[in-house]
């Protein structure tokens, strides 16, 4: 490579990285100890010659390893691999396997001791608790939609898309199971009108005996819960909602995913942009393949921060969906303008798109959902 043309990606990359921003998460950083190994019940055979082949490696690398040694996203990792012939998007994925395979998940025990790391199961939302104050009730809403439809389309059809996103829990005190990731889906999944209500379950980490004095640390230095209210304050754990039926909604998520979907931010691993662009193949998105955390919410706090910039009124929080769906669309234009501004990079906001990406006009229907 040419001096000159390496000094130039050498200074895209700087600035890339920068604005992609994948260390940019400000969660208190105390080392949590490490978790004890996870005991696997005698739940089968199978899963008895699996444990017993796992324990027999010593490979650091090895993830099933890791995650009897109690590594959480090791655990998930496995969970990803065995739902990987229902994604699309994986070398993996198999039509017909899928069908035989994400039928054959069995029910999760009703003792979450019983259950064992990185092996799906599946339980409905009902069961899980929230890690985080509210969601996009929104964009809940679009999801129930879009659940429904599948279901309509072909029962199979809603197993595959559900199996291809395994919904990651820890296992904490109370025997309660803590949803880490995908809120939106298991709240649309619970408000759905379809047959099947179950969630493909990931327990990626076993903190059932541990003290809730230490659980929430625990919980917040490995970036498994946001600690935010429906209005973006901060809240103490005791102050999350109870399950999924009483999560706030935070209309500023909606919004957020609205603006991330027109590619007003970057969100590495997605397909965006006007071209279609591939995140994955920016330089930036080649040194943080994983989005950084909580980046929907944080990007949704900038534009709460700044609301009447675009005429958008305290009055927003008590708008039922229907009314969201007509009085917020109008405003996307103004939200695109907002985080393009350079205060955004000014203050570290991950994923700011100067330019990296064109920009492209998402379509909401007349419920607000994007077509």
Not at 142 to 166: F, G, Q, V
Not at 295 to 303: S, T
Not at 345 to 362: C, F, R, S
Request: hydrophobic share 35%; charged share 25%; net charge negative.
């Amino acid at each position: 490579m040419k001096v000159g043309a390496f000094l130039r990606y050498t200074l895209l990359l700087g600035i890339c990285l920068l604005a992609i921003g994948c260390d940019a998460q400000k969660a208190p950083q105390v080392v949590p100890e490490a978790p004890e190994a996870q005991a696997v019940p005698e739940a089968s055979k199978m899963q008895s010659q699996r444990r017993s082949s796992m324990e027999a490696s010593s490979d650091p690398g090895n993830p099933e390893a890791q995650c009897l040694a109690g590594g959480a996203e090791a655990c998930r990792t496995l969970c990803d691999a065995q739902a990987a012939v229902c994604n699309k998007d994986s070398s993996d994925y198999d039509k017909d396997q899928c069908k035989s395979e994400s039928k054959d998940v069995p029910a999760c025990p009703s003792d979450p001791a019983d259950m064992e790391l990185g092996v799906l199961c599946r339980l409905p939302p009902s069961a899980l608790s929230p890690t985080q104050g509210a969601v996009g009730m929104l964009a809940v809403s679009c999801k129930a939609t879009s659940l429904e439809e599948k279901e309509e389309d072909a029962k199979w059809k809603l197993r595959r898309y559900l199996m291809a996103r395994p919904v990651p829990v820890v296992l904490g005190p109370d025997n309660k199971l803590f949803l880490t990731d995908h809120h939106h889906l298991a709240t649309g999944l619970l408000q759905a009108d379809v047959e099947d209500k179950n969630l493909y379950l990931c327990p990626m980490a076993n903190r059932l005996t541990e003290a809730t004095a230490d659980f929430w640390p625990y919980m917040v230095n490995n970036n498994f819960t946001w600690l935010h209210n429906r209005m973006g304050e901060p809240i103490t754990p005791d102050q999350l909602p109870a399950n999924l039926d009483t999560i706030g909604d935070d209309p500023f998520r909606t919004l957020s995913r609205w603006v991330r979907d027109s590619c007003g931010y970057i969100k590495c691993g997605k397909v965006c942009g006007g071209d279609g662009a591939d995140t994955s193949e920016l330089a930036c998105c080649e040194a943080c393949s994983v989005a950084p955390y909580f980046l929907e919410f944080r990007w949704a706090d900038y534009m709460r921060d700044r609301m009447a910039d675009c005429n958008i009124v305290e009055g927003i929080y008590g708008l039922t969906t229907s009314r969201q769906a007509e009085l917020l669309p109008p405003t996307l234009g103004c939200l695109m303008s907002l985080v393009a501004q350079d205060g955004a990079l000014n203050l570290g906001l991950p994923g700011w798109n100067h330019g990296l990406i064109a920009t492209k006009e998402v379509v909401l229907d007349a419920n607000g959902c994007e077509e």
